[in-house]
């Protein structure tokens, strides 16, 4: 069972250590109901009585607890922000210490990180334009560094660079392509 003293003792282990602390499994779960948990006192107390001291004590209890487990979540937060940076770069692996919902979390992570750097690093190896040759053409070495032996009537996708030059000389004709 989770306490606000649990709380802030997790909170100053994660504020000292730059990998991800011990905090079991169930972590986020314990903390979610021990806050429940004391929204269910405060409301307890404001029936009974509303001016009562004990009501500010619970009240400023939960808003301190509130307060402590979301800086525990946004420091964990970085951190797997950061180790899922550093495995897509080439780094270690999944991190230690990771709870059930962070484990998602991390994986979807480098999942999310992997595809976009994907896209944007391969993005410029898909461009191409499609051309019908017009005329034979000796053989040459495009911008791609590709060997080129084309032949009238080919039809064939090149780098934009190669296919402008020939489409400049009149030795291509461009073909539109819809997919």
């Known amino acids: ?11 100053q282990r994660e504020k000292a250590s730059s990998f991800l602390t011990d905090i079991g499994p169930d972590f986020y779960k314990q903390a ?13 107390e404001k029936i009974k009585n509303p001016a009562s001291k004990k009501l500010v ?11 402590v487990w979301e800086n525990i979540f946004e420091r964990r ?7 899922a940076l550093s495995a897509v770069r080439g780094g270690k692996a999944i991190p230690e ?7 998602v979390f991390y994986e979807a992570l480098v999942s ?5 750097r994907k896209r944007i690093f391969e993005s410029q190896e898909k461009e191409f ?24 009537e080919d039809v064939i996708s090149l780098p934009p660079d190669v296919a402008k030059v020939l489409l400049a000389r009149g030795a291509a004709e461009a073909i539109k392509a819809d997919f």
Do not use: C
């Not at 069972?1 to 909170?11: C, G």
């Not at 937060?77 to 180790?83: C, M, Q, S, Y």
């Not at 999310?112 to 976009?116: A, T």
């Open 1 to 11: 069972m989770l306490s606000y003293s649990k709380l802030r003792n997790i909170e």
């Open 32 to 44: 979610i109901q021990h806050i429940k948990e004391l929204e269910e006192r405060v409301e307890e």
């Open 57 to 67: 004590l619970l009240a400023d209890e939960l808003r301190n607890t509130k307060r």
């Open 77 to 83: 937060e970085k951190k797997i922000v950061l180790a």
């Open 97 to 103: 210490n990771l709870t059930r919902e962070e484990k």
């Open 112 to 116: 999310l990180l992997k595809e976009h």
């Open 129 to 152: 334009v499609i051309v019908r040759i017009t005329k034979d053409i000796p053989q040459f070495v495009g911008s791609d560094m590709k060997k080129y032996s084309l032949k009238k």
